[in-house]
């Protein structure tokens, strides 16, 4: 049964910081991009940050510099470090993966989490 399950979200108060966790079973995710999105109250599913199956990482222009994506192979997991949150970052996040190659498309993931709340006031 593949999963994908986030865990980390809560309440911060702007300038604070919160990790995210992605846990993957049912199948590994060495080869796999793997992604962060987030749905603002309001407002459609929108790219954050990937990370490449070597590592590479990309972010979006609001998050750069404040955010920081991480996988780690070996737990079959993956993490988006969260610091200087702003109130414009609230939102439910969500995890996903895609197979070949990285997209910040979302119907081009195969997999994702239920997505896990962060509000930053």
């Known amino acids: 049964h593949v999963q994908l399950v986030e865990s980390g979200g809560g309440s911060v108060r702007p300038g604070g910081s919160l990790r995210l966790s992605c846990a993957a079973s049912?199948?590994?995710?060495?080869?796999?991009?793997l992604a962060w999105f987030r749905r603002a109250p309001g407002k459609g599913r929108e790219w954050i940050a990937w990370?490449?199956?070597?590592?590479?990482?990309s972010y979006d222009r609001s998050v750069k510099g404040r955010f920081t994506i991480s996988r780690d192979n070996t737990k079959n997991t993956f993490d988006l470090e969260m610091d200087n949150l702003k109130p414009e970052d609230s939102g439910t996040y969500y995890c996903?993966?895609?197979?070949?190659?990285?997209?910040?498309?979302?119907?081009?993931?195969?997999?994702w989490g239920q997505g896990t709340q962060v509000t930053v006031s």
């Open positions: 049912g199948y590994e995710i060495t080869q796999y991009c």
């Open positions: 996903a993966s895609r197979r070949f190659g990285c997209s910040t498309q979302e119907n081009l993931h195969e997999y």
């Open positions: 990370i490449t199956h070597a590592h590479s990482p």
